[in-house]
């Protein structure tokens, strides 16, 4: 139990910090309905999550007068929330201009029927929380009729939209999707069984296994359900910060060369914007009239003939005879890469440079590159 209780807890924390952190991101970029739908989704996610503790279930319960089962009803709709968001950012990722409207509109709906449910179950029935094997009550399946169908519908639509336009992502997004469809198809598992356990109970002829709770069936389906939506939602975030760390460390050895410093710059988003910034300034600032274009002609040519990427090491040696003091020249023409494509470039240099500083044919490869 304790060890169930633990790994809550640090679930709440680790949807606290992704939420955060998207909070963040859409901040930077308000107008991003991908950002927008995942901080709902997640704190939909977290309210949902949080309420199941008992630690914060009951304080709740006792600030609202001991109102019956009123905490499961905020989060029920958060679960349901979070189903929406969902689909509203599969549909950002997969469909941009598609609109939500009616599915806003069936969500607006569902959560208004679940209310009156809530109403003609829990709170007739002056229930503290729904039992962990089920009431035989109409009210109360209503209520989970209404929670869990909502539930299904958005996350089947979750799943169609995946695997329709499965072909059309790549890489990380379809990564992300397909971790969302193993929740979805997941969720849907959870539902189907909540819905047949309910009306097994209704019939008057209960399962002999609890529903939900620490023993019951459902933390075998909803827990994994939960880490899976988790990491999909939070993937492509993720995915661009370690690739931003990785560029930044790539750009290392030519930042640091060209006497590139970043004194309190926090985030690998400025910090990189810091490097790719300090390089070009000091490419076209004092550098500039110490390239030669006879150094990067000859670099190139080498290059080519060994296999290399003949302009990332071209202007790696470019960089290197000015830094050493050479006289210049004509200036050379450098690479001038789409500006969402200026980091990889410049990391490709970067690189280059590093491997010029450090490969045991260093002094040849100067000589043949810096020769006219």
Not at 80 to 90: C, D, H, K, L, R
Not at 100 to 119: E, H, I, Q, T
Not at 260 to 283: E, T
Request: overall charge positive.
């Amino acid at each position: 139990m304790a060890a169930a209780v633990a790994a809550h807890l640090v679930l709440v924390a680790v949807i606290a910090a992704g939420t955060l952190n998207r909070c963040l991101a859409w901040r930077r970029n308000p107008s991003d309905q991908a950002a927008r739908a995942v901080v709902f989704a997640l704190v939909c996610m977290e309210i949902s999550t949080a309420l199941g503790l008992s630690a914060v279930y009951w304080p709740v319960h006792r600030a609202f007068g001991e109102l019956p089962g009123f905490p499961q009803l905020p989060q029920h709709l958060a679960s349901m929330g979070t189903a929406f968001f969902a689909v509203v950012f599969t549909l950002a990722v997969v469909r941009p201009d598609a609109p939500v409207r009616s599915r806003a509109r069936l969500f607006a709906a569902a959560s208004a029927l679940l209310a009156v449910c809530y109403l003609l179950g829990p709170v007739r029935l002056g229930l503290p929380l729904l039992g962990e094997r089920g009431h035989a009550d109409a009210g109360v399946l209503a209520y989970v009729l209404v929670w869990q169908g909502y539930s299904s519908f958005a996350m089947a639509d979750v799943l169609r939209l995946a695997w329709l336009h499965r072909t059309r992502e790549s890489g990380v997004l379809r990564a992300s999707l397909t971790l969302m469809g193993i929740s979805c198809a997941l969720m849907i598992a959870y539902a189907v069984h909540k819905v047949t356990y309910s009306i097994a109970v209704w019939l008057g002829t209960p399962p002999p296994w609890a529903e939900h709770g620490l023993s019951g069936v459902q933390i075998l389906l909803i827990a994994p359900a939960g880490m899976f939506l988790l990491a999909g939602l939070l993937l492509p975030s993720a995915s661009a910060g370690l690739r931003r760390h990785l560029l930044h460390r790539r750009l290392a050895p030519l930042a640091t060369a060209l006497g590139v410093s970043s004194p309190g710059v926090r985030g690998s988003r400025a910090r990189l914007l810091n490097q790719v910034i300090g390089i070009r300034d000091a490419l076209i600032g004092p550098l500039r009239s110490h390239l030669d274009a006879a150094v990067y002609d000859a670099a190139l040519a080498s290059a080519s003939a060994a296999g290399l990427n003949a302009r990332a090491c071209a202007e790696a040696a470019c960089i290197d005879a000015a830094l050493r003091g050479g006289p210049g020249g004509l200036l050379p023409e450098f690479h001038t890469p789409a500006a969402d494509e200026e980091a990889d470039w410049l990391a490709e240099v970067s690189s280059a440079y590093a491997a010029l500083q450090t490969s045991s044919g260093s002094m040849e490869w100067r000589r043949r590159t810096t020769a006219p």
